[in-house]
């Protein structure tokens, strides 16, 4: 009996997949997690190994449009791992341009206090911790859910005593100031469009704000002058279409607005000075 190997396998696999904008990749990053290594050793010395026998099951949960993510229980972002699952928010490459802006920033000097809104599995509050060992950060969300991978994520990573997770409202209680504040807040209209697999799997608090995707930018742009420290900034992620509505509440409230774009040149993050 022929025995398929890992190389075939995966062709097979990315063939299937071809409902991803990524099978490839999709595939890949299955087959790493079905051995047990990462992805760059898989593709350096295991391709012509036999295909381990749990791959199979894996490829059908992904063909149900189950997030990779969320099979393998883990997301790359910024230079950090974290852990997700069911019910966070899924880090996305998008959202680095927030830590890119935060850099650019504070080249020559570093923020001593960081705090991050909606911080799910501690996505960015994490990464700049990462960028920035001597800081401290605050990371708030509402679901307890979240605040449990986030607590997971900042023990692994070794940051558990430079981090403090609190359920919240956004910064509703919040009196302390921060050099950096971070935010993802969910920005999707009700009535748009998803892949099934962010639609029935992500959350729907941590995706959708409201019939035009703004609800809660208002809230935060209302909070934004009194967190900022002199010398800090707010990076806030925005949808590709709401710049110039975001940028009017955060522009009312007294804030400088710049605007940046992610790798696709999409426009992806709003940075607030006071």
Known sequence: MRVETVRQALAAAATRLGFSETPRLDAELLMAHAL?????QLLLRHLDDPAPATFAALIERRLAHEPVAYITGRRDFWSITLAVGPGVLIPRPDSETLIEAAVAHFTGRPPAMVIDLGTGPGTLL???LAEWPEARGV???WSEQALSYAHKNAEALGMADRVLLRRGDWASGIAERFDLVLCNPPYIA????LPAEVRDHEPAAALFAGSDGLEDYGIIAA???RLIAPGGMAAIEIGATQAAAVTALLSAEGLNVALRHDLAGRDRCLVATP
């Open 36 to 40: 047990g290594v990462g992805r760059e």
């Open 223 to 225: 909070q934004l002058p």
């Open 139 to 141: 990371g708030v969300d």
């Open 190 to 193: 009700a009535d748009e469009a």
């Open 126 to 128: 994490l990464a700049a």
